[in-house]
């Protein structure tokens, strides 16, 4: 693998789902994190697209050229990241892009969520064992991956942030948010396990707490924690 050098920079691609039926909104937020990206690693060049946006993917390997290094800001590694997104790449002229690891399975994403919930406790005035976590995240009735991932998150926040009573549940399977967090006392915690504010961050989980009748603390989504720009600097670098 070449080493990156003035002459010869990282290219690096950042690439998310979008919202197909309003992708401007999306492909907006991931542009201002390739930019967050770009201002820490001003020897490489960062730019982002999303897969609901046309035209986006080709007009990045037109900007980058081919030999991308691409960052999936996805939760979990299923038929988007490992089948979907190289099939799009080689069609917009990148067929031997690296695609790395996705976002939530990056092992100090994992460890900042822990961090959030923990930093969310303190703020609250409660022990992490005082605080009921409820992890929000996507989910798939086609794949188990999202939900392994997120089961895998919510061991984290038991056994590394000690927080007793955590569990995970779903926008698109069992057990839904619903009726997870119908079962929640006041003053929990939710922490949304999602990569950015899409419409399910913004309409779909809104509606499931108001529906469980929740009342206590809902966090932003994870991926827009200030500190993930540095994590996503951190996987790039280290795939040169």
């Not at 290219?11 to 998310?16: E, G, R």
């Not at 691409?70 to 099939?87: I, K, N």
């Not at 927080?163 to 997870?180: G, K, L, Y």
Request: hydrophobic content about 50%; glycine content about 10%; charged content about 20%.
């Amino acid at each position: 693998m070449a080493r990156m050098t003035p002459q010869n920079p990282l290219a690096a691609l950042i690439v998310s789902h979008g919202q197909p039926s309003d992708p401007g909104p999306a492909a907006a937020e991931m542009a201002f994190l390739a930019a967050k990206v770009q201002s820490l690693m001003p020897e490489a060049r960062v730019v982002a697209a999303t897969l609901a946006e046309d035209g986006a993917m080709a007009r990045a390997v037109a900007l980058l050229g081919p030999d991308l290094r691409v960052y999936p800001m996805f939760m979990a590694g299923g038929w988007f990241t490992r089948t979907h997104l190289p099939e799009r790449l080689a069609e917009a002229g990148a067929p031997g892009a690296r695609v790395l690891a996705p976002f939530g399975l990056d092992g100090a994403v994992q460890a900042l969520a822990v961090t959030v919930a923990r930093e969310a406790a303190a703020r609250l005035g409660c022990a992490p064992a005082d605080l009921p976590v409820l992890l929000a995240a996507h989910g798939s009735f086609r794949s188990p991956a999202p939900a392994e991932v997120a089961e895998a998150v919510a061991a984290k926040l038991r056994m590394e942030g000690g927080f007793t009573r955590v569990e995970a549940a779903f926008i698109d399977q069992s057990p839904r948010i619903v009726e997870a967090a119908a079962g929640y006392p006041d003053g929990a915690l939710v922490l949304p396990f999602f990569a950015a504010r899409g419409g399910h961050v913004v309409d779909d989980l809104p509606q499931a707490l108001n529906d469980a009748g929740f009342r206590g603390t809902v966090l932003p989504p994870l991926g827009l924690d200030p500190r993930v720009p540095g994590l996503i600097r951190r996987a790039l670098r280290a795939a040169v």
